[in-house]
């Protein structure tokens, strides 16, 4: 028995009704609600609306919805501009589509090795999720055939252009059958998103949902605090908000790395996320961002493009972006699908409504603790690792609870399992000596704050 929910009303397949409510979306949100029905209808959709609106489902029901799974061969393409974005958009669409047998989705994201992308792809796929350069290369390859594309998603157009993929995502449309359907999605809605509309699609149908934040879901305040007494501000905000899961934003590299090192040494778990880093420290990062390993992280706004964190109740603004879209949308990773949020900026100089650093909560506790802990194994996807694995041998040989586990993160040749704070003398009783597969689970490396 499924509950009646208000996607009922649209022409949704059942397959895709039913899994809705056991995803627990009861009701569309604004965006859905406004371009779903077009979407169904078969129009060519430009769709604005802020970050965490839900724009995934948007477009992914709208897809879904056209597959024909009998027919392998790729009947829809979505252009991301980057790999944690097209990650984020594939984990979504596959849990929309968890309904619909024998879907097969493809990513093919830069930075990752293009050997079993290719595989995949001569392996068939319904549903194609990428970024642009990768997609491109696929196409010039003849691994992707385009002339059965019926639906075409630009995800995040906006940030596709600025990062300067406006060639190529020419390159992979171009070829594309003029009868697709071509569903453009961005959060902010300049000239050149019109104009780029204006190339692609045809008879869009905009759909602009409020773009200023909800009112009353985020709480935004101006601290001022002089440059020397900005770190003890932001400490001071860290300790009183008590928050688990804080975003801090810095305009420089060096700027993340001298407030993270002050933090650290006050005993906050914290790290950073700059454009510079290794790829395979920058995964972890988030990795123990979302698994709740870590509280802090201070990011610069390039490194924090396109993430996606789930339950981010806290933002700071510690050097305020003098660009208005670049404020609302680092602002927007708070207070995502409806939940309450905080953002606070540490302004130089008092402005009308701020708050001096010195009236913040004077005796505010200590820093909080994080509730997860990560453990390495040295062993993934590749050594036929799997959570289920994990979970049995911590369950019925390390005598953990299933609840004192968290996010189990598997890649393809080491896995990070969160563990409840607390336990980790338990797990590391057992590591000594217990092995997964012949694998060894140590107490996770924290990168370097450098
Ligand atoms: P956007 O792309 O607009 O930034 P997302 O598509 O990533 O936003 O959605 C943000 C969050 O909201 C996701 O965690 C998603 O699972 C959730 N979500 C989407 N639609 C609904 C809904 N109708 N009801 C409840 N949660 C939803
Ligand atoms: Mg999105």
Redesign the pocket.
Known sequence: MTTPTAFDSLSLSPALLENLSG???????P??AAALPLILEGRDVLGQ?????????AFGLGLLNQIDPTRLETQALVICPVRELAE?VAT?IR?LARNIPNIKLVTLCGGMPGRPQEISMRAGAHIVVGTPGRIAKHIRKDLLQVTSITTLVL?EADRLLDMGFAEEVMEVVKPIPRTRQTLL?S?TFPEEIRSLSRKIQKNPESVIVDTALAPGIVEEREVFAKPQDKTRALSRILRQEMAESALVFCATRQGCREVAKTLASEGFSVATLHGEMEQRDRSDTLIRLANRSVCVLVATDVAARGL?I?DLPLVIHYDPANDPDIHLHRTGRTG??GRSGKAFSLVERPVPGSISWGDLSPQPGPPPAPPMVSFLLNGGKKDKIRPGDLVGVMVNEAGLNPEDLGHIHISDTYAVIAFRNGVQRKVEKWAAKGRIKGKRLSPMYVPDIS
Not at 23 to 29: M, Q, W
Not at 49 to 57: E, F, I, P, Q, V
């Open positions: 995803l627990g979306y009861t009701e569309p949100t965006i859905q609306a802020k970050t965490g609106s839900g724009k995934t489902a984020q979504e849990r995800d999605f959060a996606d789930d995502r699908a």
